[in-house]
């Protein structure tokens, strides 16, 4: 099984930034794709940001250049540096793991950007 632990939410005004953090623990081996997954009321839950194993990174084009996502791969640990947040960042932010074609979520986290 795999835990994944996410921390960091929070309220901030439009302009600020937050960071995005995940732990995850268990079986998790490599390689895998870490990432952060969003979901606005009302709407589906969709791609924010995700990393490989190795390195490599891909971005909702909404969030290119204002987002960005690192791992630390000793730690299983992902994280999410938010800047020039906007009011439709406001979501429930969820991390995520594939590993072996399978997902693993964590259990969310909320995401508030007020204007």
């Known amino acids: 099984q795999v835990q994944l632990v996410e921390s960091g939410e929070g309220l901030v005004e439009a302009g600020g930034s937050l960071r995005l953090s995940c732990a995850a623990s268990g079986s998790t081996f490599t390689p895998n794709v870490m990432g952060w997954y969003r979901q606005a009321p009302g709407k589906q839950r969709e791609l924010a940001a995700t990393?490989?194993?190795?390195?490599?990174?891909r971005y909702a084009d909404s969030v290119k250049g204002r987002f960005t996502i690192s791992r630390d791969r000793a730690k299983s640990t992902v994280h999410l540096q938010m800047n020039t947040l906007k009011p439709e960042d406001t979501a429930v932010y969820y991390c995520?793991?594939?590993?072996?074609?399978?997902?693993?979520w964590g259990q969310g986290t909320q995401v508030t950007v007020s204007s």
């Open positions: 990393i490989t194993s190795l390195g490599s990174t």
């Open positions: 995520n793991l594939n590993q072996f074609q399978r997902d693993y």
